[in-house]
């Protein structure tokens, strides 16, 4: 566990322990060939609906 300041409030402790939670998650990968497929699949009508196929 790591060291808590003494002047720590209960909501702060606690907003530290959830990001400590969430960075202990597994990320989804960056880059390469999965992110040009997520972008290509959001890009395709979402802002322009008439111009998709």
Do not use: N, V
Request: zero cysteines; hydrophobic letters at 35%.
């Amino acid at each position: 566990m790591t060291t808590t300041p003494p002047d720590e409030t209960p909501i702060q402790r606690a907003l530290r322990l959830k990001q400590a939670a969430l960075d202990a998650r597994p990320k989804p990968p960056r880059g390469g060939k999965f992110q040009r497929q997520r972008a290509a699949a959001a890009a395709t009508g979402s802002s322009k609906p008439w111009m998709a196929r």
